[in-house]
Structures are given as structure tokens and as C-alpha cells.
């Protein structure tokens, strides 16, 4: 033990290992969705089904084959995003989630309701107050982030374009002490504050993972969304 010490092993998996903090990893082993873990809402003919045929990738398919179709994912567990109040008094000071995506006709993507990432209410759309969430910008169908604070927002966008949003990308949010990151294939893109200022409009919610695609009409209104992947995962040193 002596020579663990030493070079200080010990301590870093003491003080960075999360004990009893609840977390998410899903790489979708089973055949059909964990509904303790995972709930599905569809409108029309919006589907929400697991795939293997795209190996090696383990995924979920949210699927909208005709004009305002809509599939939702959204975890049942919430996990506590405050990066407005963690301090030296708070137990959690970090939320991670990160996840595997892709896009399949971005057209058809209502761009008014489409999201990624984290939410107060389960039912959140792009609109919705108090997300911390992917988007795509209607200008272009380019990525943005965007976080709202009780209707207050702030959108940046990524590096991402329109074309690139087909090919599979691992996304993330990370967010600490007065900041939320959006992270694109590990690459840090987009960070918001509140300070310095502007604030740039940071939620303190318990937020569920979330996950919404809908049809706007464009074209036969198909579109799909792929999700392999998933973490999410609170920290407590930062």
C-alpha cells in the first residue's frame, strides 16, 4: 500500500469516485427498451425501436415516417443540474451526459421542437424553459446549443453543419461552478457562463435526459434520429 500512496493512486480514486451517486450508462443489451429506466412518447407514427443493424453499433432508432409524426426518449430518473449554486456547501458539483448520434433526412426535422440533451419537464421541446440542449437552427438546419433559464436564453452554434449531422458524432454536455459546456466528438465547441458576464442563461433544475424528434412537413416529412451509446454520470470533485 505504501507504494500506492506514494504516487498518489489512492487518493485520486478516493476523491473522484462518486459513491452512491445514481448514474446512467446504456448500450441497449436488451431487446426491448427498459421501461424502469427509459420512457418512450410517440405521436402519430413516431416510433421508438433498438437496432443492431448498423454493427457495431447498439442502438435506438426515434423514427417519424410522415409530416407531423413525433418520437421522444426521455429518462425517468432526473439528475441534479445546478451549476448556479454548486459551491464548497453542495455535495454534487458536476453533471456529465454524453451520447452517440445521428441524423437521417435533417429537411424534415421540425427545427422548432427538435432537441438533445437536458430538461426540466419530461415533455420539453426546443421552446420549453429551463433545457440545456442541442438544436438545430432553422436558418440552416446547423447545430447550436442553447441553455434557458425560466424563458431566458442563449444559442451558439457549433461547427457542425447540416451535411455532417448524418455521419455519427458523440455528443456532451458538461456542466460545473457557473458553466455549461457543449462538447462535439470531444472537442469542446460552445461554453456558457454566468460568469464573467453576459449571463448566459444556466438552469438549476433536476433535469431528465431527453431526446425529441418531429416532422415539419417538409417533403414526405421522414426523418429519424439514432441514439447508441449513453452516460450520464454526477461528480463530486471537481
Same mark, same amino acid.
Given at each position: ?7 498518489? %493512486? ?19 443489451? /436488451? ?12 405521436? /402519430? ?17 426515434? =423514427?417519424?415516417?410522415?409530416?407531423? =409524426?413525433?418520437?421522444?426518449?426521455? &429518462? ?25 448520434? %445521428?441524423?437521417? !433526412?435533417?429537411?424534415? *426535422?421540425?427545427? !422548432? ?5 437536458? &430538461? ?19 436558418? /440552416? ?6 441553455? !434557458? ?23 456532451? *454536455? ?9 462538447? $462535439? =466528438?470531444?472537442?469542446?465547441?460552445? %461554453? ?20 425529441? *424528434?418531429?416532422? =415539419? ?15 450520464? %454520470?454526477?461528480?463530486? $470533485?471537481?
Amino acid at each position: 500500500m505504501s507504494g500506492i500512496d506514494e504516487i498518489g %493512486r489512492l487518493q485520486y480514486l478516493i476523491k473522484n469516485t462518486s459513491i452512491g451517486v445514481p448514474y446512467l450508462i446504456e448500450t441497449w443489451q /436488451a431487446a426491448a427498451i427498459d421501461a424502469t429506466v427509459w420512457t418512450t412518447v410517440l405521436t /402519430a407514427g413516431g416510433t421508438v425501436t433498438r437496432s443492431i443493424a448498423e454493427e457495431p453499433y447498439q442502438k435506438v432508432i426515434l =423514427d417519424c415516417v410522415a409530416t407531423n =409524426d413525433a418520437a421522444r426518449l426521455h &429518462t425517468i430518473h432526473e439528475w441534479q443540474l445546478a451549476p448556479g449554486i454548486w459551491d464548497a456547501n453542495t455535495f454534487n458539483k458536476l453533471l456529465i451526459m454524453e451520447w452517440e448520434a %445521428r441524423l437521417v !433526412d435533417v429537411d424534415d *426535422i421540425d427545427e !422548432d421542437e427538435f432537441l438533445m440533451g437536458l &430538461t426540466q419537464i419530461p415533455l420539453a421541446i426546443r421552446t420549453t424553459d429551463d433545457i440545456a440542449v442541442f438544436i438545430l437552427n432553422p436558418a /440552416a438546419d446547423a447545430l447550436h446549443a442553447l441553455t !434557458d433559464n425560466g424563458g431566458a436564453e442563449t444559442s451558439t452554434a457549433t461547427s457542425l453543419v447540416a451535411a455532417d449531422l448524418t455521419n455519427w458524432h458523440k455528443y456532451g *454536455i458538461v456542466a460545473y461552478r457557473n458553466v455549461i459546456e457543449f462538447w $462535439v =466528438d470531444e472537442v469542446m465547441e460552445v %461554453r456558457h457562463t454566468t460568469v464573467p458576464a453576459p449571463d448566459e442563461d444556466l438552469p438549476d433544475i433536476n433535469a431528465h435526459g431527453n431526446f425529441l *424528434i418531429t416532422t =415539419d412537413g417538409a417533403g414526405v416529412g421522414a426523418a429519424e434520429l439514432h441514439i447508441a451509446t449513453i452516460s450520464i %454520470r454526477p461528480g463530486v $470533485v471537481l
